[in-house]
């Protein structure tokens, strides 16, 4: 497909907050003066007590460590509450939509202080002190974000935990962060169906112990078991406070949450982020990408379970001052329109969702879009996996009529805000293409050496110095930390994903260089279901790749050896997809399960997963050198079965 490139309107270079000339001239001060730019926009936001540091990082081998604005004190919920309160008390700061469309709420500024103040006592009178991790498992309801910024009110560090996992993830995540409070609800409510969170949580804590309290949102009504002592419902809980709760001073380099994602690893990893460098990111990031102006409806339709939750639904926007739109339930329910209902319902100026979700809406042609007006819409966004240049079409054309920029924002968990991303007004934008680096990010392509490519190249990329939003270190594992992201390339942060750089100088995202896959948007480590499934007593070896999926992006392929004496059938594949729905949660179903005589193997025992993902692939011709192999024959064998299955 040839190149169509959509150049920078007259009119959004006009009205943008950041046009082409100011982008070079900021970018190149952001990358050599790091301390002046950072100096000057850390004031965007609120401190108590002003910084006099700016920046202070290392990426050195064995001493790697990330502080910005360090001697400076500051209160997230001051910022994305009170700090509005003179001018905006009565403006909406969260609009709610409902699973159901008959139901949908305007919380203004002042509502969002007194709910956020109330829950903030009750985590207060119970024990919750600075530096406590209080564990979120809940819907996409008001109380989420409230949640989270009463945490932030009284110091405490929240560790979301979506929804969708299983009590098993749940309770490693309460373990590993050594929770003592959980705050969740009685039932989820998605596209009409009821997930059971209490029972959930109930499950959760029989395996794990420490846990004192437990916070229960009444959202649906269902029948759940109290445990008293120990579980108490919200709303009987705020009535015994008042809505006045002091924002405690913190510092800039203290914890504001923890949020688990996947690795190469079978274990999670706590991903720690702090509050000064964060916030200044999150919210500097929400203002020029989305070119966030007075007035403007903004939303955003992940979940807060996710990073994209976390930055770009409550604390960017909030920060900001915005009008963030929460969604409960799914773009499917009641029908196949309700993205575009909800745009026109609320009058959605800016858009934000994954690629997966167009490339299902898509499916069903243009007219469930169409007969929408969508008249609100000036710009989309995409996030999560590469963008098809084809779904990037669709998306401007019949989404936003041909008339919206889309941008198409490249992150991680671990990044903490977006790092290479268009700004509408001011970047030419190539379907398919991240474009260029915000400010203050430094972006390198490497060989599989760590050799440094220049010019139009491809390989693995790195990010060569610290940005504000960056994470600070894996949760109780610093090691781990310098051992994930600096020690492959030192000296450079290694983001897992490789990257094109053509002549212009964009970037193209090729996808994840490690054993993590990335299905709907989701991350999932290869190793966690693998874990899964030899965990189930007839498996005795599984191996688990991505292969392309039209919908998902990546689909979740496992082959599986069973026990001695097991034979494989189609009840055992159901059998064990149920199974690691149940150990992990639904996001990772594997999609094929391919049963395997032998896995191929080196004659040291390492699984060649190269030759798996090939077979996955339908690349049957294009194997490589099986030659190392302990046992080439089982190759044959694979490639017969997958064939077969056709
Ligand atoms: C991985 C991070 C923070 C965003 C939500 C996912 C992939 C993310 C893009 C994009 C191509 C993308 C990468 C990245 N990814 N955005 N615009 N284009 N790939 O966060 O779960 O931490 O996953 O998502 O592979 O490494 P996450």
Not at 133 to 148: F, G, K, Q, S
Not at 267 to 288: C, D, E, N
Request: proline residues 6%; charged residues 25%; aromatic residues 10%.
């Amino acid at each position: 497909m040839s190149e169509h490139i959509h150049k920078v309107t007259e009119e959004w270079a006009k009205r943008a907050l950041i046009d082409a000339k100011t982008y070079q001239e900021w970018y190149a001060q952001s990358v050599t003066d790091p301390d002046t730019f950072w100096g000057e926009h850390g004031k965007r936001i609120d401190w108590f007590k002003p910084y006099t540091k700016v920046k202070d990082t290392s990426f050195a081998p064995g001493n790697v460590f990330i502080r910005w604005f360090e001697d400076g004190t500051l209160n997230v919920a001051h910022n994305c509450i009170d700090r509005h309160l003179p001018h905006r008390a009565n403006q909406t700061a969260i609009i709610w939509e409902g699973d159901d469309p008959s139901e949908s709420k305007h919380i203004t500024y002042q509502e969002l202080h007194d709910r956020v103040g109330e829950l903030a006592n009750v985590l207060r009178n119970r024990g919750v002190e600075k530096g406590d991790r209080v564990t979120l498992y809940l819907p996409m309801i008001p109380e989420a974000a409230y949640a989270m910024l009463a945490c932030a009110r009284i110091g405490a560090v929240h560790t979301i935990v979506f929804a969708g996992f299983s009590p098993d993830s749940l309770a490693s995540r309460i373990e590993d962060a050594g929770s003592k409070f959980v705050i969740t609800a009685d039932e989820g409510l998605r596209g009409g169906r009821k997930v059971p969170l209490k029972a959930n949580v109930d499950a959760a804590l029989k395996r794990v112990a420490g846990v004192d309290h437990v916070l229960v949102v009444r959202r649906t009504g269902g029948d759940v078991d109290m445990e008293p002592g120990r579980d108490v419902w919200y709303h009987e809980a705020i009535e015994q406070v008042t809505t006045e709760a002091p924002a405690v001073e913190v510092n800039a380099e203290d914890p504001l949450f923890i949020l688990y994602t996947s690795g190469s690893t079978g274990k999670p990893k706590g991903v720690l982020h702090t509050t000064g460098g964060y916030l200044v990111y999150a919210s500097m990031t929400h203002q020029y990408v989305f070119d966030y102006q007075e007035g403007d409806v903004y939303w955003c339709t992940a979940d807060v379970g996710w990073v994209t939750g976390h930055t770009y639904i409550v604390y960017g926007p909030l920060a900001n001052g915005a009008t963030t739109l929460m969604f409960e339930g799914v773009p499917t329910y009641p029908d196949i329109s309700r993205f575009w209902q909800v745009v026109d319902k609320h009058k959605v100026n800016i858009f934000y969702t994954a690629p997966t979700a167009i490339r299902s809406l898509m499916q069903a042609g243009e007219e469930p879009v169409k007969k929408t007006s969508r008249a609100s819409l000036r710009l989309l966004g995409s996030v999560g996996e590469p963008i098809n240049p084809e779904v990037w079409e669709w998306y401007r054309r019949v989404v936003g009529d041909d008339r919206t920029p889309i941008v198409d924002t490249w992150w991680q968990t671990e990044t903490g805000g977006f790092l290479i991303t268009p700004l509408p007004g001011a970047i030419d934008l190539k379907p398919g293409s991240a474009t260029l680096p915000f400010f203050g990010v430094k972006p390198a392509i490497v060989d599989s050496e760590g050799k440094v490519l220049e010019g139009p190249a491809e390989g693995n990329l790195v990010i060569t110095d610290s940005w504000p939003g960056q994470m600070r270190s894996i949760y109780g594992d610093h090691k781990r930390f310098e051992e994930t992201y600096f020690a492959t390339y030192p000296g450079s942060y290694f983001t897992g994903d490789g990257a094109r750089r053509d002549a212009d100088g964009y970037y193209w995202i090729t996808g994840r260089v490690d054993d993590v896959i990335n299905v709907s948007g989701h991350r999932m480590g290869t190793a966690e279901v693998e874990s899964a499934l030899v965990a189930h007593p007839k498996v005795s070896e599984a191996a688990v790749v991505g292969y392309p999926h039209d919908i998902k992006g990546q689909g979740i392929y496992a082959y599986v050896t069973l026990m001695e004496g097991e034979e494989p059938s189609d009840e055992l594949r159901k059998e064990l997809v149920a199974w690691v729905r149940r150990e992990i949660g639904p996001i990772a179903s594997p999609d094929l399960i391919q049963f395997a005589p032998g896995l191929p193997k080196t004659r040291s025992g390492k699984i060649m997963r190269r030759i798996l993902r090939k077979i996955a692939e339908d690349e049957f011709g294009n194997l490589g050198d099986t030659s190392t192999l302990a046992d080439p024959s089982v190759v044959d064998d694979l490639v017969d079965n997958r064939q077969n299955r056709h």
